[in-house]
């Protein structure tokens, strides 16, 4: 493989993964479930603003609580890691404490 082809192959595949990422964003819509990769937490999309450039969303805690704007570059939909993440450290803290279920 060629140095030319080798740069094409790199170049195809980085648009493949902008493209892929873009189409990720598109799929979030009001409502659904999104992490913000910046700020470590989940988010339930409120709105967003998809004419902006840069794509913005605007969140909020899924128990509710005070929004927040996030770039579309950091959000994504979020994972059944992401969704259980704060049960599993309450459990955790829970454990350290010696505190039971019941």
């Known amino acids: 493989m060629t140095d030319d082809s080798q740069r094409q192959t790199a170049a195809a595949a980085h648009a493949d993964i902008r493209q892929g990422e873009g189409v990720m964003r598109d799929e979030l819509n009001v409502g659904d479930l999104a992490y913000d990769t910046r700020k470590g937490a989940l988010g339930v999309v409120m709105d967003m ?8 969303f605007s969140l909020r805690p899924p128990g509710g609580g005070v929004e927040w704007d996030v770039h579309g570059a950091h959000v994504r939909r979020a994972t059944v890691a992401d969704q259980l993440r704060p049960a599993l450290a309450e459990v955790n803290a829970r454990s350290r404490e010696g505190t039971t279920w019941g």
Do not use: I, L, S, T
Request: proline share 12%; hydrophobic share 50%; glycine share 0%.
């Open 49 to 56: 603003d998809a004419a902006a450039e840069p794509v913005r």
